[in-house]
């Protein structure tokens, strides 16, 4: 529990068994008043041909399956196991790419009114290589279309993230792969959720990227992500309407 508020984090992961006990045991070692402040981990193996499963359990995580490539589709299995009493959900990648300390950041702007708390790498610190210019390239691109058609200022896309369970609730997810991260800011703009950015430092990774380690894996984020932007917006015009 976290100042009255049960915690759970959700994982997606592929190929992490490197990194994955890294990111849990950080996790877990977040204390408040001498009480753990993560009350729930759940890691979605999402095909992986390695250990990840294994060593994510060994470290305390709830593990679930979902053989079928896809990033939202890892999500959304993680979620339907949360416990039904979670106040905040935190996402977080399973590749030791930032600091799982600084999730206390988003959890106090969610405490503090914040219907979703966005991790911005832009604001922190980033490590020399730890994002790739394809990386930064998309986020700047992603932002400036989404403040082009909603007039709303983000610097970043992150998966480093934390949302109340009844915003999420709220909001309806449905991406199974790339524009997932997406998917969720544009539709908090939607809904007129309070969303608000910290800092948070990006590292070297551990391991390749699935998706910005490839040109396939670039080229196919970067149609999920714009597919998805345009199509939210052409939908909620469309609403807007009828």
């Keep these: 529990m976290y100042k009255q508020r049960f915690i759970s984090v959700v994982i997606p992961a592929l190929d992490e ?9 950080g996790l877990h070692a977040l204390t408040h008043e001498g009480n753990r402040i993560i009350d729930s981990i759940v890691v979605c193996d999402n095909g992986s041909s390695d250990h990840t499963a294994q060593v ?5 995580a709830h593990v679930v399956n979902e053989p079928i490539a896809g990033y939202g589709r890892a999500c959304l299995k993680a979620l339907k196991q949360i416990d039904k009493q979670t106040d905040i959900i935190v996402f977080i990648d399973g590749d ?4 799982p300390k600084q999730a206390i950041a988003l959890l106090d702007g969610i405490i503090s009114g914040d219907d979703l708390a ?3 790498r832009p604001l922190g610190h980033i490590q020399k290589g730890a994002l790739t210019p394809v990386q930064l390239f998309g986020n700047a691109l992603s932002a400036k279309l989404i403040y082009l058609l909603w007039r709303v200022k983000i610097t970043d896309l992150g998966p480093f993230r934390a949302i ?6 709220r909001i309806n997810m449905q991406d199974k792969t790339f524009g997932w991260t997406v998917e969720m800011q544009v539709k908090a703009i939607q809904h007129r959720l309070t969303m608000n950015e910290y800092p948070v430092d990006s590292i070297l990774r551990i391991g390749e990227s699935k998706i910005s380690g490839t040109i396939k894996g670039s080229i196919m984020a970067g149609i999920g992500i714009l597919s998805m932007i345009f199509g939210l917006y052409f939908k909620g015009t469309k609403n807007t309407n009828t």
């Design 17 to 25: 068994e490197q990194a994955i006990g890294k990111v849990i045991a």
């Design 56 to 60: 994510a359990s060994s470290h305390g």
């Design 96 to 99: 030791h790419s930032c600091h």
């Design 118 to 120: 966005i991790g911005s």
């Design 164 to 169: 109340t369970h009844s915003a999420l609730k």
